[in-house]
């Protein structure tokens, strides 16, 4: 159910609830498909029916599907740039094209190209040569658990990956050129939304048109942010995807630059409406970048960890300044991303375990007497940096874990999730409690809250004693403001949920205390610091929502507002097969919302009926698939996608699930 925007901090419904903001913020924000930019901003055409084809000149025509398709034509034969779904052969067969002779596809990912394996037989495929593996063999992609558990160094490349091989002629490279009828076709690099994203230059009928793939939604906007996860490097420091909130926009601004050099009459993007004034969208996107980012950098955490990284926003007007340290009290012992709270009688709450040497840190305090016991473990969140140790851990010491419910949900069932930094091995808890519990322990009182910062699946811990408030937030907060540099983390924006909710929490708390597992000095903020922390992330609402074309900046933000739950598990050949789909319907308003299952040659190749219902607002909503898996299967992986519609919006094989077949 949907809750009031009004609930108070500190009693939180489960996961499968969300928490509404304000109809006036989301009526504020740049709307989706079913207006879109073009009836906002300058520079773009009229949206276009869905189906429909555009005719640009004699030879060159857009279908409108749930991606934009070029066809170059040349009398009854036809190129293809991207093939995605819809009812593209019925538009073909309209326009008298009896042939497709060749397709050009501008990414990898899979609602670019699934059109490909109806209509790409016998035709001449050309892709971007650096993405050339990933449509010849996804299953190199699929079939290695480096790209499911524990991922941090890089989120590329994305789970959009394929399913099905698909046969490459052609491995483009920038410059390359061809023919087709009348048409020159150029190829330009233009990575940033992946790594090897190409776009193409089309010049027939003196016209010069750019099929820019997703570098482009339109006029000041782009179809996602996550896309953009990447690390980079500045100022001498290097710093790893899982650090990288939009840390390909530098490249991408790159490409952007190079599609706006090429000076087209119009530009074409895989989503969004036909552009027919080239520069200033691109311009327009351009500085919407740098004013998103500049945002984004004025209360990042990355400052405290990584200055070098933002010499280039030192000193500018809006950047919240970094808080001193406070000296932790003598009750608090830190080393690694483990603290543990001792008591006066000696015993010990180990908050974390990162490694398994913790155990031997552990054991040698117990034996030297600076610790008589250890009590229990409490565990911030899933990232292997902070749980790696507790399987270990578990072995040596009879306490409990104790776990907030909906972080106890992932502990104990990882493989249902696909999130970052999230080990596969489960962690057993013995006490998962709800949002708000409270316990005695020895001379210290303390209370559970569920704590959406770093993650949407995070909890922290208030240790009251005397005049101290000590608050435990694990990674969600440094001296320099929040930790939200991951999109895959599902850092929610918006009045009541994520750090807002975390904000509003810490302001009813009052903490004297408040510690990070990664960081030895103690911190507190100030009122002043609240409310700039606040704000910031109301404007942040705002300007993440005109650079995305949704009704709500968090569907670009959100990699996993459609989920599959389990992601992964283990059936035998014959039995019945059930995979839930979950849809966070961020929006102010309800959206009718429908799923299926795309089969996989191995399932028999087909599509299921659709399942329909209607999300509300501001809700995660399940829908319920069943699949019978072939009796003749043989054991292997098998990855399953999902069509997915949400209000306006057609989103082919938009999320997927993974089945190991086993004996």
Not at 254 to 281: M, Y
Not at 615 to 622: G, L, M
């Amino acid at each position: 159910m949907a809750l009031s925007q009004e609930r108070t901090p500190g009693r939180r419904p489960s996961r499968r609830e969300f928490l509404s903001t304000t109809a006036a913020s989301a009526a504020a924000m740049a709307v989706g498909r079913g207006l879109r930019a073009a009836e906002a901003k300058p520079g773009a055409s009229a949206p276009a029916a869905p189906g429909s084809v555009t005719k640009l000149s004699d030879h060159l025509s857009v279908f409108h599907g749930p991606v934009n398709v070029g066809i170059v034509r040349d009398e009854k034969r036809a190129l293809l740039i991207d093939c995605g779904a819809g009812d593209l052969a019925a538009a073909l067969k309209g326009q008298g094209i009896t042939k497709v002779e060749q397709i050009l596809l501008t990414h990898y990912h899979r609602d670019q190209l699934c059109g490909v394996y109806e209509l790409g037989d016998g035709a001449r495929i050309g892709v971007p040569a650096i993405e050339r593996e990933h449509f010849a063999n996804p299953a190199a992609y699929w079939e290695d658990d480096k790209y499911l558990w524990m991922v941090y160094r890089s989120f590329r490349p994305h789970h959009l990956m394929p399913v099905e091989p698909l046969r490459v002629d052609d491995a483009l490279k920038d410059g390359d050129g061809l023919a087709f009828g009348p048409a020159k076709i150029r190829v330009l690099t233009t990575p940033g939304h992946t790594e090897g994203s190409a776009s193409y230059l089309v010049e027939v009928d003196g016209r010069r048109v750019v099929f820019s793939g997703d570098c482009i939604y339109g006029p000041g906007q782009v179809w996602d942010v996550y896309s953009m996860q990447k690390g980079f490097s500045h100022g001498g420091r290097t710093i790893g995807g899982y650090h990288g909130f939009m840390g390909d926009r530098w490249r991408l601004v790159e490409s952007l630059g190079r599609i706006k050099g090429q000076k087209p009459d119009l530009l074409v993007p895989s989503h969004g409406d036909l552009v027919h004034q080239p520069a200033r969208a691109v311009d327009a996107l351009v500085e919407r970048f740098e004013t998103c980012y500049e945002n984004y950098v004025a209360i990042s955490a990355l400052r405290h960890y990584f200055p070098e990284l933002f010499t280039d926003y030192a000193g500018r007007p809006g950047q919240m300044p970094i808080r001193p340290g406070i000296e932790p009290p003598d009750c608090l012992r830190h080393f690694g991303t483990t603290c543990m709270l001792v008591s006066k009688t000696g015993g010990a709450l180990v908050m974390d375990v990162g490694s398994p040497g913790i155990v031997g840190r552990l054991k040698k305090m117990l034996a030297d007497g600076e610790i008589k016991s250890v009590d229990a473990l409490w565990v911030t969140h899933y990232h292997f940096d902070h749980t790696a140790g507790i399987p270990n851990f578990q072995k040596e010491f009879d306490c409990p874990t104790i776990v907030q419910n909906s972080l106890a949900e992932v502990l104990t069932n990882p493989t249902a999730w696909r999130l970052p930094c999230l080990m596969a091995e489960p962690v057993r808890v013995e006490r998962p409690v709800e949002d708000g519990h409270s316990w005695q322990w020895h001379e210290f009182k303390l209370t559970v809250y569920d704590y959406p910062g770093q993650t949407l699946y995070h909890d922290a811990l208030l240790a009251e004693s005397g005049e101290l408030r000590m608050l435990f937030v694990g990674d969600s907060h440094t001296m320099s403001g929040i930790d939200d540099y991951c999109a895959y983390n599902r850092n929610w924006l918006g009045r009541g949920v994520g750090f807002q909710y975390c904000i509003d929490l810490i302001e009813k708390l009052g903490p004297t205390h408040v510690f990070n597992c990664h960081v030895n000095d103690a911190f507190a903020f100030t009122p002043e610091e609240i409310r700039f922390m606040r704000q910031n992330l109301d404007e942040r609402e705002r300007l993440f929502g005109e650079l995305v074309p949704w009704d709500h900046a968090n569907y670009g933000l959100d990699a996993s507002w459609v989920r599959c739950e389990p992601y992964t598990q283990k059936v035998k050949p014959g039995e019945q097969l059930g995979i839930d789909v979950l849809i966070t319907n961020h929006s102010a308003t309800p959206h009718a919302c429908a799923c299926r299952a795309v089969l996989p040659k191995s399932f028999g190749g087909a599509s299921v009926p659709w399942v329909e219902e209607e999300a509300p607002a501001k809700t995660e909503h399940r829908l319920a698939l069943k699949l019978t898996v072939p009796a003749d299967l043989a054991p292997g992986r098998v990855v399953i996608p999902i069509d997915v519609k949400h209000g306006p919006w057609h989103l082919p094989q938009f999320a997927e699930a993974i089945v190991d077949v086993v004996e």
